[in-house]
């Protein structure tokens, strides 16, 4: 109930390409889902995150799509760069972002020059 | 975003010893604060939170009287791990909270157990 499952977990795209990270959960009480990047020996950095009463959110390259309804949400990262190369984390949590954050396996990206 | 820093950023102890590691919250009041543990190439594994001024609370699994973490202001946490041996070497992460507001994240701590 309190997993947040996260696939794949390692991916290689080529530069300018779109890179999707894609993360499920099952607990309907979440409702904050933050995207986080981390750099090797880097503690890890809040990219963008969406509460569900929105179905998509943009920040520049990247773009959260949130399903309600499968439970599902997803990282879109356009036009990756070389520099986008590192560990994305997805996590949910529930009380408006006030309670701990459960967090997925993880996705090791490369993107290749 | 709001500034955690940790200290150390990476530390080698011998094996029996303790070793402290401070989480501050540069420009803001953390109410709350988070301990991570993370093994390479894995995820972050929530180990206690902590509130200013009140006792933290451990996940199951995570002995509390082996990690000893106190809270005592609102810009500053401790985590010490006493007694450390070899398993303890990890990666040790904080985050800091205002009250509801988005956590925000130290840089980490390697610690290595000799």
Redesign the interface.
Known sequence: QQQVKQSPQSLIVQKGGISIINCAYENTAFDYF?W?QQFP??????LI?IRPDVSEKKEGRFTISFNKSAKQFSLHIMDSQPGDSATY?CAATS????E??V????T?LTVNP | GAVVSQHPSWVICKSGTSVKIECRSLDFQATTMFWYRQFPKQSLMLMATSNEGSKATYEQGVEKDKFLINHASLTLSTLTVTSAHPEDSSFYICSARFKSTEAFFGQGTRLTVV
Do not use: D, E, H, Q
């Open positions: 933050p986080y020996g880097k503690g890890p950095a809040l995150a984390f009380g408006g972002g006030s701990k954050l967090f997925g396996k993880g090791k």
